[in-house]
């Protein structure tokens, strides 16, 4: 059921009156028998998969928590009679119990997410190496399966570091796992972010139920007006890298970069306002991202809470790993610089790594994912070279025009990077890139060539109008929410900026008979 | 409380605002089929007829095009209407005749065959010229959910400018001189006049047949269709009009012959008995497709008899309310055919 269906419309359009109208303590079980029904219409393979999880992570949960348990209560028994030596010894031989569980469990869920998620590539690296018949399918990977997949992996390591109790009702970890806004495209989330939210008691709001259609709104609006009629050209420069070179490649380049952010922050804004419907805050995951003037910058900014997740699962615990402290100790001879930055290095491009294969088993997403970690070190590395540069120039560096440049910079540099994204091999996105040094075509870009990526001038129209009204939101917003400025004028201001909105997607979108049906472009990760 | 009450009268007011506007919107976006595409009004048409109908004629463009209410009221004061659409599907057909019984009950329904070979929908503009015409009801709803295409949904057909609401890019001077006028008749009781000549000079050459026998699926929704005539007591004509293109099968021909010989129906194929003395030099539109008003006109003379004499069918000249109507149509229609000519 995709966000754009008319389905997905009435699903809503049940579950809101039903969500209100039971006792409000059961409120979360209704919630849960909705996720159910979208998660069986999405497939019963996914369906299938979910419930491994949900079985896995509750079981090792509540084992990683009664050895907790056990581990207190046997260490207590054994005050009077152990010495501390002995009780140090318990206590190593329950947290390798449960490093154990923690592990197992990590390599039955991260396992499915692999096999779903490579088991296509490496089919077909087996039968390229070995010549037998290709296995698996890109159509098994189920709908959100990286996304709950990563929420799930970091609740059971927020259990296992005691960050939070495990779950005593299985009903409600699956609740937590299936909640359906957010196996679209995310956010990820955290139990502890979501916990209180979604098992306690809501009371209807008209305010809330407002504010979350407006930013509903504003998603479809996004997703219908800008993101499903750029992509149309996207597509079509993406399929002929041996046609559209040289100027065209730095229009697909910008043309992407809008439909992205549109297709991607419009999904998130529906996420978040189906939330607000329901009294569930989900955590934001765009703050003006195109704003930012540094590539580390950007990646605070743009798909926050996967970079939260690795941070705090993957880098943070990789950064004082024992390998990585032991590695840091033997490089101490040569310099300090040396044995403080090589493991930040290494856990830097090991995250980006991981961020890359994230996105996809193709190896263009490695590449790009390497590419980031790269840059943000090399900035890093610059960082000197900059604070002088500003000290030098303190005058042009405070300018709007020098931040403009970095903003545009940055912008052009991660759309660069997203050529990777773009096409099907390394090769042509290299290749692609370098043609806008060598191939001189701007008359192709300027005069009729556009009009060929199926699209016609009032697309392009319509396009540029919404493109400039998404930059607007995105500077009132510096001030704050824009939401709630247009909500403080009271109600009446507040439906006729939402019927504003419905009424040009009903007009300007790309929807119904003879459009794709768009789904989110995050989705397929 | 003061606050509360303006906050309502407010809300209502830019809801009223924001229907009013969608209404507006999508009578402009809308096809009028009011001077291009016309054959997208037949349908709606019908529901404007002031006298009832003995005859009853369905079909696709071989029977809009090519038989003549006029003709059939001139020479033996029959009355008749054809509920015809482009590519009208068999079960458009009976849809279309589910509704039409709702107001009245002819005395025989004639259906041209041509339509039986298509056994799943077949275009979606061509599902919306016939059925974005007929009147809400079961059998609109009926009909719509038999034909929907890949991609099409039926809210569309509640909701039209979910629909063709991309057609703000390609509006016409016709959208605007007809955004709340309606347009004037188009037809002829359902007849869509063509004046001009275009002789048939080759024979078609038939393609080879994957399967030889007409779809059973069709074949399925004629069966209710005999259903739907005998319950009513209507009389129910298979006919094959006598244009030449698109070929017509003798395999199913033959297919439509033993079905209607099963039912006790009369089959009538007008390519093989030209009693009517259809010439495709001279009495085309458009190189033996369809027949222009001549062909249509020499059709209607033979067809009115053969359906006088087989059926009885009462002479209602001389009646006022029939004479009134016939006479206003008559005017038009010869007035256009002077036009043509």
């Known amino acids: 059921m995709q966000f754009t269906s008319w389905a997905f419309l009435l699903f809503l359009a049940v579950l809101l009156p039903v969500y209100y109208l039971v006792p409000k303590r059961m409120q979360w079980i209704v919630l849960l028998l909705f996720d159910a029904l979208f998660v069986c219409a999405a497939g019963t393979l996914g369906a299938v998969f979910m419930l491994v999880t949900i079985g896995t992570v509750y079981g090792a949960a509540r084992w990683i928590d009664a050895l907790f348990f056990r581990q207190r209560s046997r260490i207590a028994a054994m005050k009077q009679t152990h010495t501390k030596e002995e009780r140090k010894r318990e206590r190593l031989r329950f947290e390798a119990k449960r490093r154990r569980v923690l592990i197992g469990c990590l390599v039955v869920n991260v396992g499915i997410l692999f096999a779903l998620k490579y088991g296509a590539a490496i089919g077909r690296l087996s039968a390229t190496l070995f010549h037998t018949r290709a296995f698996g399918s890109e159509l098994m990977l189920t709908m959100g399966i990286s996304f709950y997949t990563f929420s799930t992996v970091g609740y059971l390591i927020d259990v296992y570091r005691e960050t939070i109790p495990a779950e005593k009702n299985p009903f409600r970890l699956a609740l937590f796992v299936s909640f359906f806004p957010l196996l679209v495209q995310g956010p990820i989330c955290r139990f502890l972010d979501l916990k209180n939210d979604l098992f306690t008691p809501h009371a209807f709001s008209d305010e809330r139920f407002l504010k979350g259609s407006l930013r509903i709104a504003w998603g479809y609006w996004k997703k219908l007006i800008v993101a499903d009629r750029l992509l149309v050209a996207v597509k079509a420069l993406c399929a002929r890298p041996d046609v559209y070179r040289g100027g065209v490649v730095l229009l697909e380049m910008l043309l992407y970069a809008a439909c992205l952010y549109a297709d991607f922050t419009g999904g998130i804004d529906i996420t978040i306002g189906i939330g607000e419907w329901l009294g569930i805050g989900i955590p934001e995951n765009f703050r003006r991202p195109y704003f930012s003037k540094g590539i580390a910058e950007y990646w605070r900014r743009w798909h926050i809470t996967l970079g939260e997740w690795f941070r705090t699962y993957v880098y943070y615990p990789l950064s004082v790993s024992k390998p990585m402290r032991a590695l840091s100790t033997k490089l101490r001879r040569l310099g300090t610089g040396v044995s403080r930055r090589v493991p930040v290095y290494l856990a830097t491009m090991l995250v980006w790594a991981l961020t890359g294969a994230w996105h996809g088993s193709n190896p263009t997403f490695l590449v790009w994912g390497l590419l980031n970690g790269a840059v943000i070190l090399l900035s890093e590395e610059c960082k000197p070279l900059y604070a002088r540069f500003h000290r030098r120039f303190p005058r042009l560096t405070k300018s709007a025009f020098y931040r403009g440049f970095t903003v545009i910079r940055t912008v052009l540099l991660l759309s660069s990077l997203r050529l990777l994204d773009c096409y099907s091999t390394v090769g042509d996105a290299f290749s692609a890139f370098g043609s806008m040094f060598t191939t001189w075509n701007w008359n192709l870009v300027l005069f009729g060539g556009i009009q060929s990526l199926g699209l016609k001038w009032t697309d392009y129209l319509v396009a540029g109008a919404g493109v400039l009204l998404m930059f607007a939101v995105s500077m009132l917003q510096r001030k704050g929410p824009v939401r709630e400025r247009i909500l403080r004028r009271g109600p009446v201001i507040g439906v006729c900026a939402i019927l504003l909105l419905v009424g040009t997607v009903l007009v300007f979108g790309r929807y119904g008979f003879g459009f794709d049906a768009g789904q989110f472009i995050y989705n397929r990760f | ?341």
Not at chain 2, 48 to 59: M, N, Y
Not at chain 2, 99 to 118: G, M, S
Not at chain 2, 271 to 280: C, W, Y
């Open chain 2, 1 to 341: 409380m003061k606050r509360t009450v303006r906050t309502i009268i407010g809300i209502t007011l830019a809801l009223a605002v924001f229907f009013g506007a969608l209404y507006a919107l999508t009578r402009l976006v809308a096809p009028k089929y009011a001077e291009t595409a016309v054959e997208g009004r037949l349908v709606r048409e019908y529901y404007d007829e002031q006298t009832p109908h003995d005859v009853l004629l369905l079909g696709d463009c071989e029977v809009f095009s090519n038989f003549s209410p006029v003709t059939l009221y001139r020479e033996y004061g029959v009355t008749s209407c054809i509920r015809g659409s482009a590519q009208q599907l068999v079960w458009q057909s009976y849809y279309l005749l589910e509704d039409t019984l709702k107001t009245e009950t002819p005395k025989v329904v004639v259906y041209n065959v041509l339509a039986l070979k298509y056994a799943k929908p077949q275009s979606e503009a061509y599902n919306r010229m016939t059925l974005d015409g007929m009147r809400w009801g079961k059998a609109k709803i009926g009909a719509i959910q038999a034909s929907m295409t890949d991609g099409e949904d039926f809210l569309s057909y509640v909701f039209p400018l979910l629909r063709f609401h991309d057609r703000w890019t390609e509006l016409t001077k016709e959208d605007f001189r007809y955004w709340f006028k309606n347009a004037g008749p188009v037809s002829y009781k359902g007849y869509l006049m063509r004046t001009e000549v275009r002789p048939a000079t080759e024979t078609p050459i038939p393609k080879p047949l994957e399967d030889p026998h007409l779809p059973e699926t069709s074949m399925a929704w004629l069966r209710k269709m005999a259903k739907l005539c005998e319950q009513n007591g209507i009389e129910l004509v298979l006919i094959k009009s006598p244009s030449i293109e698109p070929y017509w099968y003798p395999e199913w021909d033959a297919d439509v012959r033993a079905f209607a010989d099963a039912h006790g129906l009369r089959y009538e194929n007008m390519i093989e008995n030209n009693a009517a003395g259809i010439d495709m030099q001279t009495d085309t539109c458009d190189m033996g497709q369809h027949l222009n008003v001549t062909g249509a006109e020499k059709l209607s003379r033979w067809f009115g008899k053969e359906l006088q004499d087989a059926y009885g069918l009462k002479d209602h000249r001389g009646e006022a309310a029939f004479d009134a109507d016939y006479g206003a149509l008559t005017a038009r229609y010869e007035a256009e055919k002077q036009e043509g000519n």
